[in-house]
């Protein structure tokens, strides 16, 4: 993807995120959502050897790539991270996934309706759901720089 794309999708991400209070919620439900999903994901799908894979690992290989393709450098990280977590989340119940993925959505919704006042990125474009946690994940370790004509506030 070329960076002008990346950065256009980038900065409509960030036009929905504006307030601190949102930007909290989602450093919160974020990553609460993907550790559910991962979890309810631990599904053995087959076996290499005596390495299960399951479908959370599937969906984090076909992710990273997107990932990777939309910004490399922030992509790997995010696939490494995510490999772990899918590695973690096998220890969950079903049901402590569940409550983990709803309490995230709950953070999410939260900084949208009581913060934001605006509706979510991904309503308009599914795109951000793949954004959202790369976005995140810049948020801790400063690897992509913010397009130019983001908000000072976005560049918290």
């Keep these: 993807m070329s960076a002008k794309a990346m950065d256009r ?3 409509d991400y ?3 995120h504006q307030t601190s ?3 909290t919620c989602h450093m919160v439900g974020i990553p609460l959502i993907m550790i559910g ?3 309810l994901l631990s599904i053995k799908v087959f076996a290499v050897g005596h390495w299960d894979i399951t479908a959370s690992v599937l969906l984090v290989i076909v992710i990273g790539a997107i990932d990777i393709w939309l910004d490399a450098r922030l992509g790997v990280l995010m696939l490494v991270i995510a490999l772990a977590v899918c590695y973690a989340v096998h220890l969950l119940g079903w049901e ?3 409550a983990i993925f709803l309490i995230g959505w709950v953070f999410q919704f939260i900084g949208h ?3 934001e006042k605006r509706s979510p990125a991904f309503y308009r474009n599914l795109a951000h759901l793949i ?3 790369l976005w995140v994940l810049n948020h801790v370790v400063h690897l992509r720089s913010e397009p130019a004509g983001a908000p000072a506030s976005a560049r918290s």
Excluded: T
């Design 96 to 98: 402590i996934s569940l």
């Design 21 to 23: 209070g949102n930007r």
């Design 9 to 11: 999708l980038w900065a």
């Design 113 to 115: 309706g009581v913060y």
């Design 14 to 16: 960030q036009e929905h």
């Design 37 to 39: 999903l991962l979890g």
């Design 131 to 133: 954004v959202g946690p």
